[in-house]
């Protein structure tokens, strides 16, 4: 079965940092293109960042410079590292597969996990 | 970056028909992805590349994209089609996902 399971959500304190992960099983993370999404409480949602099956990435402007992508290719993970977090950046957060069988449409989403950046 | 403007909110009695846009100048030119979610659950993609849907979404869930504005359609619309719909592009000059505002579709 393809799925995507996130984790490594909580607590953490404005200027704080959490890396979250994305575990995937039925498919291959690194022949992918491969997204992170987030939702603020009662909000739409908002892309992250990507990271392309050659590897480049790409970042909205909102978190540029302080979350990073990136993959482990062994582990078949994702992740999303970040740093000096906002109250700003509380959601939860997505990740997703965009995938080439649908002109890369996101077809694959986690259950999400929520981020609370607060004092 | 840009945004894609929707409709807040979409009112329609069961089995007929509910229209959501989603604007932007020259959409007509990109690919347009949309995406169910209901309550507490995460998206889901209904309709990828303006008109095409992904295996198992019902054929009432339809697309079109030309000029300045998107629609996605929903025909004989049931109580389970309630929910937020979302659109999104992909800015290929950037290479950034942008997704629309946002549509609560309420079923009467």
């Known amino acids: 079965e393809v799925q995507l399971v996130e984790s490594g959500g909580g607590l953490v304190q404005p200027g704080g940092s959490l890396r979250l992960s994305c575990a995937a099983s039925?498919?291959?993370?690194?022949?992918?293109?491969m997204t992170w999404v987030r939702q603020a409480p009662g909000k739409g949602l908002e892309w992250v960042s990507v990271?392309?099956?050659?590897?480049?990435?790409y970042y909205a402007d909102s978190v540029k410079g302080r979350f990073t992508i990136s993959r482990d290719n062994s582990k078949n993970t994702l992740y999303l590292q970040m740093n000096s977090l906002r109250a700003e950046d509380t959601a939860v957060y997505y990740c997703?597969?965009?995938?080439?069988?649908?002109?890369?449409?996101?077809?694959?989403w986690g259950q999400g996990t929520t981020v609370t950046v607060s004092s | 970056s840009y945004v894609l403007t929707q409709p807040p909110s979409v009112s329609v009695a069961p089995g007929k028909t509910a229209r959501i846009t989603c604007g932007k100048n020259?959409?007509?030119?990109?690919?347009v992805y949309w995406y169910q979610q209901k309550p507490g659950q995460a998206p889901v993609l209904v309709i990828y590349y303006d008109s095409d849907r992904p295996s198992g979404i019902p054929e009432r869930f339809s697309g079109s994209n030309s000029g300045n504005t998107a629609t996605l359609t929903i025909s004989r619309v049931e109580a389970g089609d309630e929910a937020d719909y979302y659109c999104?592009?992909?800015?290929?000059?950037?290479?950034?996902?942008?997704f629309g505002t946002g549509t609560k579709v309420t079923v009467l």
């Open positions: 990271i392309y099956s050659g590897g480049s990435t």
């Open positions: 997703a597969r965009a995938n080439l069988d649908y002109h890369y449409g996101m077809d694959v």
């Open positions: 020259n959409i007509g030119s990109k690919g």
């Open positions: 039925g498919f291959t993370v690194s022949s992918n293109y």
């Open positions: 999104q592009v992909w800015d290929s000059s950037s290479h950034h996902y942008v």
